[in-house]
């Protein structure tokens, strides 16, 4: 059983940074392909941003290409949501998410992920 822990959240103006970060417990973590999604009222929970088990191929949202940048640390069994020049549209809850097959892909539908966080707030404001 993998469990995940998101944070990092918070409000922030329009151009400014966050990163967001999700530990994971249990020793298969690090064979899992990770994503983040991200989630606002009355809207479907969104692909953000993912990267294969090994670290070696990231997939992002067109919407956040250029700003956004996922990296994992194995050894901390932890993935990051570096977020820069955010805008107010990136407001929502952020949650990650693991895909629980030893993956070389980066799949975008969250179907396919089985674990998945509890979600962490980001506002930006305008």
């Known amino acids: 059983q993998v469990q995940l822990v998101e944070s990092g959240g918070g409000l922030v103006q329009a151009g400014g940074s966050l990163r967001l970060s999700c530990a994971g417990s249990?020793?298969?973590?690090?064979?899992?392909?990770m994503a983040w999604f991200r989630q606002t009222p009355g809207k479907e929970r969104e692909f953000v941003g993912g990267?294969?088990?090994?670290?070696?191929?990231?997939t992002y949202a067109d919407s956040v290409k250029g700003r956004f940048t996922i990296a994992r640390d194995s050894g901390k069994n932890t993935m990051y949501l570096q977020m820069n020049s955010l805008k107010p549209e990136d407001t929502g809850v952020y949650y990650c998410a693991a895909d629980r097959r030893r993956s070389n892909v980066v799949m975008v539908s969250r179907s396919e992920y089985y674990f998945w966080g509890q979600g962490t707030q980001v506002t930006v404001s305008s």
């Open positions: 249990g020793e298969s973590f690090r064979y899992y392909a």
């Open positions: 990267l294969n088990w090994r670290g070696s191929v990231t």
